[in-house]
């Protein structure tokens, strides 16, 4: 069957594991074809090319950016991709050709840079577009080496293999992902070969502006959408699991199995993210299959998301949450009986761009939950301008997820499972569909609610 599946930046890195554990495992001759693989760049790329996503770290993007040197760091960055072209000699990489490919690449990408940074210097013209094509522009680098490098070795193993590089490098025509995708898969026979293909996509819209670092997956949605396949996969360095397996242990918690769309929204929610929201959606609406597999368990089938699954046992499938969040709560004795507050305050919220993942209410306050990043403090300063007391305060949230756990005891259950942990709620609540149960905490107890939690329901 025709499959598009994508491998992950950790998984890639790991090169040699995703030969054996995925092209090669249970596979010969013809039956190794039929696949489309979207690939990530190998870790950490995407950080020294534009920032660290955990730590925030410059990467080239912002030299650039500040109006510093990028050149200095744009050599470090091909002495670095050496390095990593070096580690796969062992498997059949064409080193020379692999280093020769990645010069040329960087090379020509710093002529664009060089001509960005004159315009930007030149004070004409706003920052925002010059600033955002240089984004677009380095983040394509990093998909495009992963999957030469991938195609290179899989045809010196007697493979055949087909790379397609979506950056559209040197295509100068005003293309849309969508017809990029398009024009660039339609000469190619499946089930001919395997087809590597970068996770970033080149188009009008741009693919950094619209979804930033979660790019990859939704290139990987959008040729899923594009050649309707029997199924999407996503292969990580781990398996959606009941439970984060370094907080409970290994051996008190298993993979999911099965769920729904619904649930993978939840779980994006509160950044446990199976799939990208805006990549799932376009799977769901076409009625794609898409299955979680863990990359160094190749014999385990691992998580399948359809559209329609519930389970047929009342259970929660999964227990998650975040340490990352705030909860902003807003005090005003006149919002009694006040028609209008709720929206007042949620158009403050739209004006600063903030979105919140929980919200609750009683006669005179609301209390929402936003991410701790999303923090703005001229957003608490309006707040706090037409109400009598905002009160800021960092919490750590949990949820119970599920697509059939609406019965009855289940809240009492979980909230003795805390209470006997001495864990304090200091705000909950669910809507009426009780597919997530969400917990406000303090954010020191959050690792033992989690374990709590996990034993008492899982």
Not at 332 to 337: L, Y
Not at 365 to 391: C, F, M, R
Request: glycine share 6%; net charge negative.
């Amino acid at each position: 069957m025709l499959t598009v599946e994508k491998i992950g930046g950790t998984s890639m890195t790991a090169l040699g594991d995703v030969i054996k554990n995925i092209i090669l495992f249970e596979r010969s001759g013809d039956q190794l074809y039929n696949r489309i693989f979207v690939v990530s760049a190998f870790s950490g790329v995407t950080n020294l090319l534009l920032e660290n996503k955990k730590t925030g770290a410059p990467g080239v993007y912002h030299k650039l950016a500040n109006y510093k040197d990028f050149h200095t760091p744009l050599k470090q960055l091909i002495t670095r991709l050496k390095q990593i072209n070096k580690t796969y000699e062992s498997l059949g990489l064409n080193v020379a050709e692999a280093d020769k490919y990645i010069e040329t690449r960087i090379k020509d990408a710093q002529t664009y840079l060089e001509n960005l940074a004159n315009i930007l210097a030149s004070g004409y013209v706003g920052k925002e577009g010059i600033l955002q094509a240089a984004r677009e522009i380095l983040a394509s680098i990093g998909e495009s080496h992963s999957a030469f490098n991938f195609t290179n070795i899989l045809q010196n193993m007697g493979i055949n293999a087909t790379l397609v590089d979506l950056s559209g490098f040197h295509d100068h025509r005003a293309l849309t992902i969508d017809q990029r995708i398009k024009k660039d898969l339609a000469h190619i026979d499946f089930t001919k070969t395997i087809t590597i293909v970068t996770g970033y996509a080149k188009g009008t819209e741009g693919i950094m502006r619209e979804f930033d670092r979660g790019y990859s997956e939704v290139t990987f949605s959008k040729i899923a959408v594009a050649v309707e396949p029997q199924e999407a996969i996503i292969h990580k360095e781990y398996h959606l699991c009941t439970a984060d397996p370094q907080l409970v242990g290994v051996e008190n918690c298993f993979p999911v199995g099965n769920t729904n769309y619904d649930v993978a929204d939840q779980l994006a929610d509160v950044g446990m993210e199976a799939i990208h929201p805006k990549a799932s959606k376009p799977l769901e609406i076409n009625d794609i299959d898409l299955r979680i597999k863990n990359t160094f368990q190749p014999e385990h089938p691992g998580t399948l998301i359809t559209r329609e699954y519930i389970c047929d046992k009342k259970r929660v499938e999964v227990i998650t949450g975040t340490e990352k969040v705030v909860m902003i709560d807003i005090y005003d004795p006149s919002m009694v009986g006040n028609v209008g507050t709720d929206f007042h305050i949620m158009q403050l919220f739209y004006k600063f761009g903030v979105s919140y993942s929980f919200k609750a209410t009683s006669a005179n306050s609301i209390s929402i939950v936003i991410w701790e990043k999303d923090l703005n403090k001229k957003l608490i300063g309006e707040l706090e301008d037409n109400y009598e007391k905002v009160t800021v305060e960092k919490v750590a949230m949990v949820c119970l997820i599920g697509s059939n756990m609406d019965q009855p005891g289940l809240l009492a259950k979980a909230a003795t499972a805390l209470a006997q942990k001495g864990i304090n709620i200091r705000s909950g609540g669910f809507a009426l569909r009780m597919v997530n149960i969400q917990f406000l905490i303090a954010r020191e107890d959050f690792d033992e609610a989690i374990r709590a939690l996990n034993k008492a329901m899982c």
